[in-house]
């Protein structure tokens, strides 16, 4: 996905869609997933990653809303979370987010 700022679009990537078959769930299964798939964005250099998720979830992996209280979306603000995977990636990142089209917003 995309930051479309002033003077141009940033690359950021969407964790999404992002689901454990209900029986599974609350195993730590869906930790692992998000701790792994940050792990090889960090390997491919990804300096941020938008989350759009349950507010008391996201944040014990890094996520905060108030990092991506100056990302325009089309979602409530306590659930839009932004991490950072190079530090002060998002300093002074002012914009809108624009998702792949598959996400159909
Ligand atoms: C969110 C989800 C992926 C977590 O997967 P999981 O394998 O259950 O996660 P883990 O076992 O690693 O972590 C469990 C923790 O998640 C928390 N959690 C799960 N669902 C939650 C929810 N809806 N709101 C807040 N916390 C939630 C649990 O409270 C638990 O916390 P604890 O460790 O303090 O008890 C899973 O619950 C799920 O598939 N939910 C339905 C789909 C969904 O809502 N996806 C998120 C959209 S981005």
């Known amino acids: 996905m995309w930051i479309d700022c002033e003077g141009g679009a940033i690359p950021a990537v969407a964790l999404a869609p992002m689901s454990v078959v209900p029986e599974y769930q609350r195993r730590g299964i869906g930790g692992q997933l998000i701790r792994a798939g940050l792990g090889r964005l960090r390997d491919l250099r990804e300096p ?23 990302l325009a979306s089309p979602f409530a603000p306590e659930a839009f979370m932004a991490l950072e995977l190079e530090r002060g990636a998002i300093d002074d990142v002012v914009g809108r987010v624009r998702y792949a089209r598959a996400f159909g917003l």
């Open 48 to 70: 941020i990653v938008l989350v759009l998720g349950h507010e008391h979830y996201y944040p014990r992996f890094g996520f905060s809303a108030e990092k991506a209280e100056n």
